[in-house]
Structures are given as structure tokens and as C-alpha cells.
Nanobody
Framework: QVQLVESGGGLVQPGGSLRLSCAASGRSFSFRNMGWYHQTPGKQRDLVARITSGGQTNYADSVKGRFTISRDNAKNTVYLQMNSLRPEDTAVYYC???????????????WGQGTQVTVSS
């Protein structure tokens, strides 16, 4: 299985930028589809961006053109570059490794502990 550790959150002014990182342990990272989700109190966790093992990406409409997801398989890390941040981007951001089966081995849905992003002046 994989353990995920997010970093890079913090307080930023509107219009600013942050880059989140998610470091993965284990040997399954390269063939896992990865995603970033965000969650605010009392609301469900929503997908922000996703990248497949082959590098295909998709984004929530609210972040298209502002956020970029990428991955470095050599470093077992997935990134979320967030530009032109808005107050409504404030949330806890979670990294996710999607479940999959490879060579008869089942890999479970995995989540990091989350990192807080606050956009405020």
C-alpha cells in the first residue's frame, strides 16, 4: 500500500500562489492515478484535480486555468501548483491515490492527512 504526506499549505493573499506536494511511500506510486481534493467544514470532499498514471489530467471547473497538477514518478511525488488564488479556495487539501489492481495485487484507496490552505488579506 501507499502512505501519503502532503506539504506546502499556508496563508496566502488573494492573487497569490502556493505549491502543494504529496510524497508517497511504497512501490505503487508510478501506476496509481492520483488526485487532489479539498474540503471545507460541513461540506463534502470534492475533486480539484486528477492525474492518471499516464499523465492525463482533468480539473474542476472552478480551478481550470489557475491550478496545475503534475507528478514526478522518480520522486514518488504529485504536485498541485495553485495560482491566482481566491478566498473561496480556502480549504483543507487532501492527496489521494485511487484504488487499483496490479499483477493480482489490490491497492486500496489511500488519503493523506491534509494540508490547510487559507486565502485571505
Amino acid at each position: 500500500q501507499v502512505q501519503l504526506v502532503e506539504s506546502g499549505g499556508g496563508l496566502v493573499q488573494p492573487g497569490g500562489s502556493l505549491r502543494l506536494s504529496c510524497a508517497a511511500s511504497g512501490r505503487s506510486f508510478s501506476f496509481r492515478n492520483m488526485g487532489w481534493y479539498h474540503q471545507t467544514p460541513g461540506k463534502q470532499r470534492d475533486l480539484v484535480a486528477r492525474i492518471t498514471s499516464g499523465g492525463q489530467t482533468n480539473y474542476a471547473d472552478s480551478v481550470k486555468g489557475r491550478f496545475t497538477i503534475s507528478r514526478d514518478n522518480a520522486k514518488n511525488t504529485v504536485y498541485l501548483q495553485m495560482n491566482s488564488l481566491r478566498p473561496e479556495d480556502t480549504a483543507v487539501y487532501y492527496c489521494n491515490a485511487e484504488p487499483t489492481v496490479s499483477r493480482g495485487v489490490r491497492y486500496l484507496d489511500s488519503w493523506g492527512q491534509g494540508t490547510q490552505v487559507t486565502v485571505s488579506s
